[in-house]
């Protein structure tokens, strides 16, 4: 058996690119092997993977020692650490419930005619131009939205916390940036802290009901729950929220637009999306990573790992594998049986797939329905530089505009298609869209 590469090098563009023939390399090579340029362990196949990210040996604490971390980022790390994501049993179970009710399948289902009013919105007006960026003008603002929304953030604020979301997300998926940068970030998590501070405690203008922020308010008055874990995991939603879900939509599409045999069958087939969406997310995952510490000496896959050793877990490799997934790169909407890492596993499974189920869902019926001849545009895809998220920094597609007397101001649509209800809409007026970093469209 070779020693395979260090897993640092998915961080070249070009390895970006073929980042999962460079996992098969690795898997190939060893499926759980020690790292010594990362002194990590790094696991991919989906065995070993799926054991690991539900074993109790194994801590989800990120940063055990703040005092080892970097001056300019520890103010960061010492939020992250309040966060449940970074958390192990008994914090993190209580921790998840004091939000999970907002992310309950049921509760999600009552965001459904926002998604399809915000999607309407977005592409409504881009129909006529023939052309958009799907990432800025798509995949970009339309979580933000939804996350904001259920947030009760005020229109005029989005903006401002897009704007400290990057940042903070840039540093969470690099830990080698320079010491500019982490302090960028961890500015950038006092601020949203602070901002989130005086949200929850003002009184002039209520929560609305079934909000984020009502539940919130109402858990900090009723209970002794500490108002800076409550800040924290409000962070985490936001920036969770809407970085991983822009990904995931940015993604699929282009997954679907390099696989037009696959687009046109979901086109003909739409009660194939719920699979769709599941095949899209083991495809190409906006989170490629989890973090384990172990907590004291242990044996995995025949290895010893020794207490403190880090191990990463590459979810993007473990979906890839052809022991669970044969034929691993074929986009295969009718695949059988197989449990995706997309979302984790394990106790720390996202709270919010079920928000990016849908939320994905409807955007891939609008993009395939409305847009006719959808096709990429411009200048090659490109990724951005993170071992951990997984996501496009610009998506240029083109496609046919409606005619002239198609596009009289109010387009009526059938519903006859689909369970998501984009078809459903009728189309009235055009709602502006900003194509820049961080601004709210289609709201």
């Known amino acids: 058996m070779s020693t395979p590469t260090s897993l640092l090098r998915a961080f070249r563009p070009q390895v970006q690119e073929r980042l999962y023939d460079f996992y098969e390399e690795l898997r190939n090579a060893d499926d759980l092997y020690w790292d010594r340029t990362l002194r990590a362990w790094v696991a991919t196949g989906h065995a070993v993977v799926s054991k690991a990210a539900g074993d109790p040996g194994l801590s989800s604490v990120r940063y055990p020692d703040i005092e080892a971390v970097p001056e300019e980022l520890r103010p960061l790390a010492r939020v992250l650490s309040r966060q449940m994501l970074y958390n192990d049993a008994p914090d993190h179970p209580r921790l998840r419930a004091l939000i999970s009710k907002a992310f309950s399948p049921r509760a999600v289902q009552t965001l459904r005619g926002r998604i399809v009013e915000a999607v309407d919105r977005i592409i409504t007006h881009a129909a006529p131009t023939g052309r958009m960026d799907i990432v800025a003008d798509l995949a970009r603002p339309l979580p933000l939205t939804i996350i904001c929304d259920l947030l009760d953030v005020p229109q005029q604020d989005r903006a401002a916390l897009a704007s400290w979301s990057e940042p903070i997300a840039e540093a969470i998926g690099n830990s080698r940036l320079d010491a500019d940068r982490n302090r960028e970030a961890s500015q950038s998590m006092t601020d949203m802290l602070a901002y989130f501070r005086e949200l929850l405690i003002r009184h002039d203008a209520p929560p609305a009901p079934h909000t984020l922020r009502a539940l919130v308010g109402a858990q900090a008055e009723t209970t002794d729950q500490d108002l800076d874990e409550l800040l924290a995991n409000c962070a985490l939603l936001l920036i969770a929220g809407h970085e991983t879900t822009t990904h995931f939509i940015g993604n699929a599409t282009l997954a679907?637009?390099?696989?037009?045999?696959?687009?046109?069958?979901?086109?003909?087939?739409?009660?194939?999306?719920?699979?769709?969406?599941?095949?899209?997310?083991?495809?190409?995952?906006?989170?490629?990573?989890?973090?384990?510490?172990?907590?004291?000496?242990?044996?995995?896959?025949?290895?010893?790992?020794?207490?403190?050793?880090?191990?990463?877990?590459?979810?993007?490799?473990?979906?890839?594998?052809?022991?669970?997934?044969?034929?691993?790169?074929?986009?295969?909407?009718?695949r059988p049986g197989g449990r995706h890492m997309a979302f984790g596993h394990g106790p720390h499974f996202c709270l919010g797939a079920a928000l990016a189920r849908l939320e994905g869902a409807i955007v891939l019926e609008a993009l395939l329905t409305r847009l006719p001849d959808l096709r990429l545009d411009g200048a090659a895809p490109q990724w951005q530089r993170s071992l951990n998220f997984r996501g496009l920094t610009r998506l240029d597609v083109a496609f046919t505009p409606p005619s002239a007397d198609h596009d009289s101001g109010t387009q009526a649509v059938p519903a006859t298609s689909s369970p998501y209800g984009v078809a459903s809409v009728t189309h009235a007026g055009v709602c502006p869209v900003s194509s820049g970093p961080g601004r709210v469209a289609g709201t």
């Open 256 to 334: 679907l637009l390099r696989h037009p045999h696959a687009a046109d069958q979901l086109r003909g087939r739409p009660d194939l999306m719920p699979a769709a969406v599941e095949e899209l997310l083991r495809y190409d995952a906006p989170v490629q990573l989890m973090l384990r510490r172990a907590r004291r000496d242990l044996e995995l896959a025949g290895r010893t790992i020794a207490e403190g050793q880090t191990v990463l877990l590459v979810g993007g490799a473990a979906n890839r594998d052809p022991a669970v997934f044969p034929d691993p790169h074929l986009l295969d909407f009718e």
